[in-house]
């Protein structure tokens, strides 16, 4: 079972940048896409960035586009995600997550379109999440 732990967050003021790291205990060339997904306070959790095992594609929320850049290493061990011109909106738990197969990167897609947040439909490896404040 890959282990993800996520790292990189903390506290910074609107306009600034962090950049997350999500390492991975084994390659994860085998998952067919990884993501980043966020939880704010009393919300569901929502996408915000996917990408394809070898990079052939990326996908990101509308809120994020632009600003964010998801990419992995070439070992595929790392995901990355560069948050530049950070909002107070943008502040939240960050997850990172490996799917299993490409019906869960489908629905990792919808996600980060806007659709609605089903566990239960995801084959995923997740990990525990990295705090990311925004302060105005």
């Known amino acids: 079972q890959v282990q993800l732990v996520e790292s990189g967050g903390g506290s910074v003021q609107a306009g600034g940048s962090l950049r997350l790291s999500c390492a991975a205990s084994e390659n994860t060339y085998s998952n067919y896409c990884m993501g980043w997904f966020r939880q704010a306070p009393g919300k569901e959790r929502e996408g915000v960035a996917n990408?394809?095992?070898?990079?052939?594609?990326?996908d990101y929320a509308d809120s994020v586009k632009g600003r964010f850049t998801i990419s992995q290493d070439n070992a595929k061990k790392t995901l990355f995600l560069q948050m530049n011109s950070l909002k107070p909106e943008d502040t939240g738990m960050y997850y990172c997550a490996a799917a299993l197969d490409t019906s869960t990167c489908l629905r990792f897609i919808q996600l980060i379109r806007g659709g609605a947040w089903s566990p239960q439909k995801y084959s995923a490896y997740w990990g525990q999440g990295t705090q990311v404040t925004v302060s105005s």
């Open positions: 990408i394809y095992t070898g990079g052939s594609r990326t």
